[in-house]
T-cell receptor, first 114, second 109 residues
Framework: ETGVTQSPTHLIKTRGQQVTLRCSSQ?????VSWYQQALGQGPQFIFQ???????GRGNFPPRFSGLQFPNYSSELNVNALELDDSALYLC?????????????FGQGTRLTVV | GQQVMQIPQYQHVQEGEDFTTYCNSS?????IQWYKQRPGGHPVFLIQ?????EVKKQKRLTFQFGEAKKNSSLHITATQTTDVGTYFC?????????FGAGTRLTVKP
């Protein structure tokens, strides 16, 4: 167990809806990164939060947004869901940026958009 | 933009054989990390390489970082059935972390 927990583990949404995914980082870690992993692909970096500020963003549209709280837990919000958003969403926590040093991944949230 | 290519996509070996996966970046990297993901699981951090030409070993696993910090390899000696999974490299450049597509390893007992 890594100490990084994500909720929910599975989710089914309809195209056009909005979704919020949650991540509790490992104790002592102040950096959370979010990734999208499509089936059979490597994780794609969405964005990273460090001490409640966004620090780095991958090639994802603005309808992907996030938040980090004072306790360093984080949320990923996706608006206007599309079928291609179906994927495993992973969060990883680490201590200090920008090196993504020793990132520990949660078990992921599998999102299905129908 | 930065691209990270990983080969081969799949590798099937007999137990006891060696295995190598290669990772190449289009840009110079600050560091490279390797992860293992079991089927249905999440990526598990294996190691991070930072220095040019760095070589690190973990039991039967040997990790190398190229002199130009644009390529890396993971070599497993005498594979075991417990080695099955997908191995990903992830390269960091200017806080942009890019994963390779992974090499899926299967091991026949």
């Amino acid at each position: 167990e890594t100490g990084v927990t994500q909720s929910p583990t599975h989710l089914i949404k309809t195209r056009g809806q909005q979704v919020t995914l949650r991540c509790s980082s490992q104790s002592g870690h102040n950096t959370v990164s979010w990734y999208q992993q499509a089936l059979g692909q490597g994780p794609q970096f969405i964005f990273q939060y460090y001490r409640e500020e966004e620090n780095g963003r991958g090639n994802f549209p603005p309808r992907f947004s996030g938040l980090q709280f004072p306790n360093y837990s984080s949320e990923l919000n996706v608006n206007a869901l599309e079928l291609d958003d179906s994927a495993l969403y992973l969060c990883a926590s680490s201590l200090d940026l920008p090196r993504h040093t020793d990132a520990f991944f949660g078990q992921g949230t599998r999102l299905t958009v129908v | 933009g930065q691209q990270v290519m990983q080969i081969p996509q799949y590798q099937h070996v007999q137990e006891g054989e060696d295995f190598t996966t290669y990772c190449n970046s289009s840009t110079t990297l600050s560091n490279i990390q390797w992860y293992k993901q079991r089927p249905g699981g999440h990526p598990v951090f294996l190691i991070q390489l930072v220095k040019s030409g760095e070589v690190k070993k973990q039991k039967r696993l040997t990790f190398q970082f190229g002199e130009a910090k644009k390529n890396s390899s993971l070599h497993i000696t005498a594979t075991q059935t417990t080695d099955v999974g997908t191995y990903f490299c992830a390269g960091l450049n200017n806080n942009d972390m890019r994963f390779g597509a992974g090499t899926r390893l299967t091991v026949k007992p």
